[in-house]
């Protein structure tokens, strides 16, 4: 029984085997049934041919009352082999004639023969069979068999009750009796017991057929499969790859061996994959750049990795407390303890120190490790080491502090403002000390209340916007006691408590103001002194005209002529004219003499150049320079003080003067005159949408390149010694660039240089016309 229950073919044969015999054995109970039936059938066929034929014979015998024949009739038809007793009984129950002897007998109507009939009602005129128990016949050859009755009508006929001599019938009568045959059906006699022998042994044979090619089919087909897939699954189980691939069938059980197969190469690389994945785990486990342990509720170690190990003298068992810290006793408020009472995972910072005794710093993170019956059984503690970061964090407040310390010791005030609406957010001592406000009353203030015009229409806006853009070179503003002064402010952005601000630093430059203006007045005096001669020319073109007009009249006067009305109402309007003349050039040398205000205004910078020509032409006539002009019609304005870009430009014409003439005298030396352009200078002017541009060009010497970087600082001159001082072109480069301008020079195709004077357009008008040139 064990082999069978451990075999497959077994289980699969033996049930199919039983399914096969009950299937045989209920097709050979119902063919032997139905055989049996059939044959049944047959035999009362015949026996119902052989009882008309008798009720024939004993038709007339009967109808003439031949008692005698018809005796002999009933006893020559029992002789037949199937027959074993005939007898005609009338209506009664007597019996008429028998082949027995058992004639004038009665039978009871309870009898087998009598309900053949009368158990039926209306009383049927069939043909009715019954059946007896087996009886065994005496005194022939016969076997046992079965006894069947077949019980004929004997119908009342018209011969039998009309005009009949021998009896006399009722005409209404429909049976007068009925013949009562005894047939023995012998099964021998009809092949029955052969015939259900014959269909054992097909069913015996069809069974054992039936069986045996299953089991081939199973073993071919089932068992030998199954087995060579069984024997390569041991092969995969033992991590190994059979050395031969499948014989791969196209139905179940090659599909079935092939995904064996696949299954057991997937599970090979899978447990490769898994081993790699265990040593790649424990190598990050073992080198992890941190400190990892595994502790019991007892604090004692389990287990830890490598980089604990190279950091702590311990030893597996040891306390972590004894381990971490060399404590005798567990830590108060330990994390583990924590773990192991909430089973959740804990944070917390730690100190304690190395091997080597140096002090460290940790943040400790514990998680908690479950057993198989899901209580935690240890706790897994990471330490990462900070001891840098702790260090990094006081350096950090030491440079605070330090920084914090340098923030409220600068000189310049320093203001930290919204970037949105510039409201002061915190400020330095220098602040409070410049302006005379405490700190509390910087917070409560925005940084445009410190500017003077602060309450113009439309200054808030604009100034803002310059602030935003990075700051001003100048600027006027007011201290607590109304005071006013002047400043330079630099913006950059930076960050407040997470907060988007601009660090703003504002320096006072009242006293380097006045310090530039002395040294531009400087500059102012020596300018008006080199100009003495063409002033004086200027000055002196009026008063020989005031000469002219008096000594006009004196002659007059001495000949004793009395001078015409007419006469001396002109000279009257030229001696006018000429005085206004005058008076305005002298009212334009005081006006360039006296020092500029620093206010800045909104100008037209054509107007400006011309003023500074105007001044300046004679300088330029006695020379025999051209002055073209290529002035843009309706400029921008821009914001600058028009007294200081007057002398901007009046430098700029001196320097292009002596361009023109220090390259006149160098070809004079070498005699090629002739081949000289003539002496020019152009002034021009254009603009676009953000600056606008004087360039002034001329016919000089032009800018060497290597002396280009250095002719806008201070003192740098190349004329000779007397000729100048070196600080007309540095200051005119300052003046632009305090107004936000910018200065460059490039030399001319045909000779000489241009310079080119560069002004931001006023932010609040923006207006005018567009050069694309710029």
């Known amino acids: 029984m064990q082999a069978i229950r451990r075999r497959l073919i077994w289980k699969i044969v033996i049930p199919i085997a039983a399914v096969v015999f009950v299937t045989i054995f209920v097709w050979s109970v119902y063919h032997i049934e139905y055989q049996a039936r059939f044959t049944h059938s047959q035999f009362i066929d015949s026996a119902e041919k052989i009882g008309d034929t008798i009720l024939l014979g004993l038709d007339h015998a009967m109808l003439l009352n031949a008692r005698e024949s018809t005796q002999a009739i009933v006893e020559n038809t029992a002789q037949l082999d199937q027959l074993q007793a005939v007898r005609v009984i009338d209506k009664k129950g007597r019996v008429m004639f028998d082949s027995g002897n058992r004639t004038g007998s009665v039978e009871p109507q309870s009898s087998s023969l009598c309900q053949s009939c009368h158990a039926a009602s209306p009383t049927p005129m069939e043909r009715q069979v019954y059946k007896e128990p087996n009886v065994k016949a005496s005194g022939d050859n016969r076997i046992d068999g079965a006894l069947f009755n077949l019980v004929l009508p004997i119908p009342n006929e018209p011969s039998c009750s009309v005009g009949t001599s021998c009896h006399f019938h009722d005409p209404d009568e429909k049976i007068l009796g009925v013949l009562d045959l005894a047939f023995i059906m012998d099964p021998n006699a009809h092949g029955e017991q052969e015939f259900k022998a014959h269909t054992a042994y097909l069913a015996l044979i069809l069974f054992l057929l039936i069986c045996a090619g299953l089991m081939v089919l199973t073993y071919f087909l089932i068992n030998r499969p199954i087995n060579a897939i069984a024997r390569a699954a041991a092969v995969f189980s033992r991590g190994e790859t059979p050395p031969t691939e499948p014989n791969v069938s196209d139905d179940e059980m090659g599909q079935l061996a092939g995904a064996v197969h696949d299954m057991g190469r997937e599970l090979i690389a899978k447990n490769d994959q898994l081993a790699r994945q265990m040593d790649h785990y424990q190598d990050l486990f073992e080198g992890v750049p941190c400190f990892i342990t595994v502790q019991n509720r007892n604090f004692e170690l389990l287990r830890y990795n490598r980089a604990f190990g190279e950091r702590f003298s311990a030893q597996p068992g040891e306390y972590c407390y004894k381990a971490y810290k060399n404590r005798s006793e567990p830590c108060p408020d330990c994390p583990v303890v924590k773990t192991f009472e909430t089973g959740l995972p804990q944070t917390t910072e730690e100190s304690g120190c190395y091997k080597d005794g140096s002090k460290a710093h940790w943040i400790v993170r514990t998680a908690p490790v479950y057993g198989p019956d899901g209580e935690v059984a ?40 919204d970037d949105e609406d510039l409201s002061i957010l915190d400020c330095n001592r220098g602040a409070a000390i410049t302006y005379g406000y405490d700190k509390n009353e910087f917070t409560e203030m925005s940084f445009l209340d410190l500017f003077v015009d602060s309450e113009l229409d439309g200054f808030a806006e604009s100034i803002a916007d310059v602030l935003r853009a990075g700051g001003m070179d100048q600027a006027r503003h007011r201290r607590k006691s109304g005071a006013k002064f002047y400043v330079s402010v630099n913006v950059s952005p930076s960050s407040f408590f997470d907060k988007n601000v601009f660090l703003v630093t504002v320096t006072d430059i009242t006293n380097r103001l006045e310090a530039e203006q002395q040294l531009i007045q400087a500059s102012k005096m020596a300018t008006l002194g080199e100009m003495a001669t063409g002033v004086a020319h200027e000055i002196n073109q009026p008063l020989s005209v005031i000469q002219t ?50 206010d800045l205004e909104t100008v037209d910078l054509n107007e400006v150049i011309v003023r500074s020509f105007e001044f300046f032409s004679q300088q330029l006539v006695i020379r025999d320079i051209e002055v073209v002009w290529e002035l843009a019609d309706k400029l921008p304005p821009v914001r600058c003080e028009p007294n200081r870009m007057e002398q901007v430009y009046i430098n700029f014409l001196i320097n292009a003067r002596d361009a023109i003439e220090e390259r006149h005298a160098l070809a004079s030396k070498r005699g090629e005159e002739e081949n000289l352009p003539p002496k020019r200078i152009t002034v021009k002017t254009l603009a676009n949408q953000e600056f606008v541009t004087t360039r002034i060009s001329d016919t000089g010497v032009g800018v060497p390149a290597e002396i280009a970087p250095k002719i806008f600082e201070p003192f740098f001159t190349t004329k000779q010694v007397g000729k100048g001082t070196g600080l007309g072109l540095s200051i005119s480069y300052g003046i632009v660039k305090e107004y936000g301008g910018d200065v460059y020079v490039n030399n001319n195709e045909t000779g000489g240089a241009s310079f080119h004077i560069r002004l931001p357009v006023a932010r609040t008008a923006r207006s005018g016309p567009v050069d694309k040139e710029s």
């Open 378 to 417: 240890a706790a897994m503690e990471m330490c990462l080491d900070i001891t840098e970061r702790k260090e990094l964090e006081y350096e950090l407040k030491r440079s605070e502090m330090k920084y914090c310390d340098i923030f409220n010791n600068i000189p310049s005030s320093v203001f930290v403002l």
């Open 549 to 598: 007009s008096v000594d006009l009249v004196n002659r007059r006067l001495v000949r004793g002529e009395v001078p015409e009305k007419a006469l001396l109402d002109r000279l009257v309007h030229v001696i006018d004219a000429q005085i206004e003349r005058a008076d305005k050039i002298i009212g334009h040398m005081r006006e360039f003499g006296r020092k500029a205000d620093p």
